[in-house]
């Protein structure tokens, strides 16, 4: 009586599978529908805001494709580069950021509130900041420089310590 050994079988058995899907078009049905991803249609350049008109979605056509990147272009527009992006080539999100609420060396308003006083100043960013931030700023008329934090409306609100 003669034994024949179960892996040899199962290798054919393989073979013969991936035979048949590739020629069914079984493979070629599920990478089709990937999604989309959004690219630049010319180099964007780091501190750049990225516009509706510089970039566009295409079709996700690389299976090996690794996460990470842009699918819609609501996602990206408005947002400001921290490097460089290649025209045709995905824009990863971790390479994006919001827009700086204040820069360094203009002039904000400093707000400071503790219940009902409120006194308010006219200051100097120490650094560039997004809503948010935490930042130094040097109060104009003193000199002092304190700490806040960043509002949407561009002032800065400090608080007691």
Known sequence: MRFRRKSSLIGKNVVGTVFVLLFSGAI???????????????????????????????????????????????????????????AGRTIQLSSLREPFAVQRGTNVRISFTLGNLMISASGAPMQDASVGDVIRVRNLDSGIIVSGTVMQDGTIHVVAK
């Open 28 to 86: 070629h049905t599920a990478t089709a529908d990937m999604g989309y991803a959004v690219v630049p249609t010319s180099t964007i350049y780091p501190g750049e805001e990225i516009t509706a008109n510089r970039i566009e979605e295409v079709e996700v056509t690389n299976p090996k494709l690794t996460g990470g990147y842009a699918e819609s272009a609501g996602q990206v527009v408005g947002l400001v580069t921290k490097r460089t992006l290649l």
